[in-house]
């Protein structure tokens, strides 16, 4: 849909009237109509005064500022449409949330970026614009409606004035199921003038084949008691056209009792119009129904997309700020390893010429005075534990060294540091079986292992970064197994999409630590145990590969993870 009218933008802004004109300057050159406002008071006055078809507006302004414009504004149901960015500082998260919970539709941040300005502004006023279309859609759609049912209803109010004027069909039939009397109305509905119907069967003349047997059933139990299913009721029944075609009829039946039979009046109106009408506005209430319900679908998509991409930007910011820590770690983290590997060297020298001194005491002169207070010296420091407690302090920071050392890894895989692997097609099962020979040792003593595969087909993907969904998930379910348990790996494929999962009778996960799994460093083990880090890295590799990952849990009973995957990405060689 294309703009056909030139939009209006109030921008608000108090910033000494250098940004005023900025703003205003880049939107009239993209050929839009520009107000100005330097204060809240005089952005209400302005939208009083006329509507404009977007807002630009700072967050800090004195008096009223830009989140209680923007409130207000969301407030009024005659400026709640209109969209509104707000202009925020570029490090300023508290305002932006602030902003979302307010109302406001976007963001920039200062300086203003011109084309985030134009494209921002485009797309704001492409779904107003696309909004308002729906709105005066629904109008007119609302408005047909009302004329039909308008109409619906005068038809009704003519057909009875046709009833009390005797213009519907008026038919009588005695005891034997003959035609006794035939109106004008009657000869018109059903085609037969007078002298063709009187005298003949009723159900033989009117009534449709399918319906005789039911008809001349219902028509003897009339004949003896004059009641039936149908007398003293109005009802919608088939009835037969002398041309041979079946139409819908509104049939009242009264019997009435004369010379000692029953005979039957009915007064019978032909609805098939009323019918065709009914039809149409039940066709355009289902046609209403389906624009709201395909409204409720997009406004869901749009929250979704909204929520995704706030967590892709906190994800981001989480992952460049873990690159960073872990080259400042690496580095001392080297030295440290280099130096403690230089000391043992230097240690086992030291206690290889100890060795040989004290290999000489047993040359020299034992009564020696200086011999006497070595002696003394070594008795008082305890050499030997001094050797053995050096080695265990070795032995733990190389340790502490090598723990420092994974969690640097982990940190560059969250920060997706290695950009260099190639997308290729891979078997899913060579690289499940391939990754249970690295952990074996870790799960043999605590867990069977059982593997339910499916038939699956190659994937294109990144076989090493799904090595590392299978090989944190596997980890995973091991250490929520505290006593012997059992790992379930199973696989399948659906609807053009692969599966995997891996289930545990472990310990299970609490509801309320679902929702924060793949978030970076949250963690339900002990402090030492884990990083945090494998579940978020997890999340990433799957979302590069457009899958998702889905978690059940039980507590006391186990979890399962499913990692959904499609057979092919959308681009070729580049994976996205």
């Not at 910033?15 to 008071?41: I, N, P, Q, Y």
């Not at 830009?66 to 998260?93: H, M, N, Q, S, Y």
């Not at 003949?200 to 009117?206: E, G, V």
């Amino acid at each position: 849909m294309q703009q056909t009218k030139q939009a209006t933008i109030l921008v608000v802004d108090d910033d000494d009237g250098f940004s005023l004109k900025l703003l205003s300057k880049m939107l009239a050159l993209d050929g839009h109509a520009v107000r100005t406002a330097a204060s809240g008071e005089e952005a209400f006055a302005s939208v009083a005064e006329q509507l404009p078809d977007l807002v630009l507006l700072d967050v800090m302004m004195p008096g009223i500022d830009g989140l209680e414009v923007t409130r207000r504004f969301k407030a009024d149901p005659r400026t709640r449409p209109i969209p509104i960015i707000l202009i925020t500082a570029l490090e300023d998260g508290d305002s932006r949330i602030k902003g979302l919970e307010a109302g406001a539709e976007e963001f920039l941040s200062k300086p203003v970026n011109r084309a985030e300005l134009q494209l921002r502004v485009k797309n704001l006023l492409r779904l107003k614009e696309f909004a308002d279309f729906l709105a005066d859609h629904n109008r007119i759609l609302e408005e047909q409606v009302q004329q039909r049912t308008a109409s619906l209803n005068e038809s009704e109010n003519k057909l009875r004035k046709i009833t009390e004027s005797a213009q519907d069909a008026i038919v009588m039939v005695d005891n034997s199921g003959n035609i006794s009397f035939w109106n004008a109305a009657a000869e018109k509905i059903f085609g037969y003038p007078a002298h063709e119907a009187l005298g003949k069967n009723l159900h033989q003349l009117l009534v449709p084949p399918k319906y005789r047997e039911a008809s001349h059933e219902g028509f003897s139990r009339f004949m003896h008691s004059g009641e039936g299913a149908v007398v003293g009721t109005t009802r919608e029944l088939a009835a037969l056209h002398k041309n041979g075609a079946e139409f819908p009829i509104e049939l009242s039946l009264s019997a009435v009792q004369i010379d000692g039979a029953w005979q039957g009046i009915g007064i019978i109106r032909d609805i098939t119009e009323r019918k065709k009408m009914e039809k149409q506005a039940v066709e355009h209430y289902e046609h209403v129904a389906n624009i709201n319900t395909s409204l409720a679908a997009a406004n869901q998509q749009l929250q979704q997309a909204q929520s995704q991409l706030l967590q892709s930007e906190k994800m981001a910011a989480i992952g460049n700020l873990a690159a960073g820590v872990a080259h400042e770690i690496n580095n001392p983290v080297g030295y440290v390893n280099s130096n403690i590997g230089t000391l043992e060297k230097y240690l086992a020298d030291v206690f290889a010429v100890m060795d040989k001194y004290e290999a000489a005491e047993e040359l020299l002169d034992k009564d020696h005075p200086q011999l006497e207070e070595l002696r003394q010296l070594k008795q008082k420091i305890d050499i030997g534990y001094i050797r053995e407690d050096i080695k265990a302090l070795i032995s733990e920071s190389h340790q502490g060294l090598e723990r420092v050392k994974r969690i640097v890894l982990d940190l560059k895989n969250f920060s997706r540091a290695d950009t260099e692997e190639h997308w290729e097609h891979a078997d899913l099962h060579e690289g499940i079986d391939a990754t249970l020979n690295v952990v074996w040792n870790e799960l043999k003593y605590k867990c069977e292992v059982v593997k339910e595969y499916g038939q699956l087909p190659e994937i294109y993907c990144l076989p090493s970064q799904l090595d590392q969904v299978f090989l944190n998930l596997l980890v995973n379910a091991a250490q929520a197994i505290e006593m012997r348990g059992k790992i379930t790996i199973r696989t399948g494929q659906e609807d053009g999409k692969v599966w995997f999962e891996v289930s545990d009778t472990g310990k299970g996960i609490s509801p309320e630590n679902i929702p924060h799994l793949f978030e970076p460093f949250f963690t339900t083990k002990p402090v030492g145990q884990g990083t945090g880090l494998g579940l978020s890295v997890s999340y990433n590799i799957v979302a590069k590969h457009h899958g998702r990952i889905e978690v059940h849990s039980e507590v006391g009973k186990g979890t399962t993870f499913r990692v959904w995957l499609p057979v092919q990405q959308h681009v070729d060689g580049e994976g996205a």
